[in-house]
Structures are given as C-alpha cells and as structure tokens.
C-alpha cells in the first residue's frame, strides 16, 4: 500500500497526522475488504486553497473540510468484484495497485470543525479521511439512506481506530 501525504499548511496542527492518516487508510481499506494492493494521495491544506479547488472543480465558490477524487466509478460501493474488468485505469501499469484518488483535507477546517463539534483535531482528522476513503470507494451521501450508511460505516472504522466521538 502507498500513502503520499503532503502537508502544505502554515503549522504542524497535529503531530502525529501521518500516522493517524495512515491507519484511518488501513482500517478503511480492510473494513471494506479491498482485495488490492492501492495508493492514496491526500494533500493537507488550508482554506484557501482548498477554496480554489472547489470553485475550479464542483463550482462551489467557498471553502470545504475535504474533497475526494476517485480514480474508479463503481456500480455498487466497495464491490470490487468486476472492477479490474470495468476500470483498468485505476490501476497503476507498472506496479498494480489500485489508484484509488486523491484527498484534499483543510486543516483550517480541522480545527474549526473540532473546536465545533467538541472533540479533538486528531479525531477530526480521522474523521475527515474516514469519510472521503468512503467516497474514494464509491459511498455518496445524496440520499437519506446514502448518508445514514456512510455515517454508520465512518463511525464503524472511527471506532475500530479508536477514534470515538469525546464528550
């Protein structure tokens, strides 16, 4: 498994971020029973920037926590059952993997976010990579039963990190 984590923010907001990032990645990938070998890309940013990407790639003219590329559509999430078959560009030509996408994450966010919610920026982080991993393997949140599944499934592999809600 690859996992290229480039920390473009003012501060080291959290200390131990590749780390977190990285067994959010695992859990995320072994919850979901992903047979491949992948690579992740996930930038940690600030608002700013993560603006631009927004405006430039969804068209929304304003800051976000984090915002997901996969590199494969799927026709159910996580069935990874026909995808080599239906996405082979999604998997490296010299090495394998599956290149699942990129995430994109606001560090100003980050703490905005904790500070809201009542819980550590570390939890927040977690919480951040768990639901864009989601979305890296197909999960959307448009419908109510969408977003209840999702929001049982992040809290599922939050949890299985030992990152649970504080309070």
């Known amino acids: 498994m690859k996992i290229e984590i480039e920390y473009n923010y003012k501060e080291i907001l959290i200390p131990d971020y590749e780390k977190i990032i990285r067994r ?14 992948t ?17 430039a790639q969804r068209q929304i003219d304003r800051p976000t926590d984090v915002l997901s590329f996969p590199m494969a559509e799927y026709t159910h999430p996580a ?3 026909d995808l080599e078959e239906r996405e082979p560009d999604a998997f490296h030509p010299e090495t394998g993997e599956l290149m699942l996408g990129d995430i994109l994450i606001s560090m100003d966010k980050v703490r905005e976010q904790a500070a809201e ?7 927040e982080l977690a919480f951040l990579v768990a639901h864009s991993m989601l979305h890296l393997m197909g999960y959307d949140h448009m419908e109510e039963e969408e977003r209840q599944e999702m929001e ?3 809290e599922e592999i939050l949890s299985r990190c030992g990152y649970v809600r504080e309070g």
């Not at 959010?24 to 070998?37: G, R, S, T």
């Not at 690579?39 to 405006?55: A, C, K, M, P, R």
């Open 39 to 55: 690579q992740v890309y996930v930038l940690l940013t600030d608002n700013e920037e993560i603006h631009q990407v927004n405006l």
């Open 79 to 81: 069935d990874f059952s």
């Open 152 to 154: 049982r499934k992040q």
């Open 117 to 123: 919610y009542g819980h550590s920026e570390k939890r």
């Open 24 to 37: 959010v990645v695992e859990e995320a990938l072994d919850y979901e029973n992903c047979p491949y070998e």
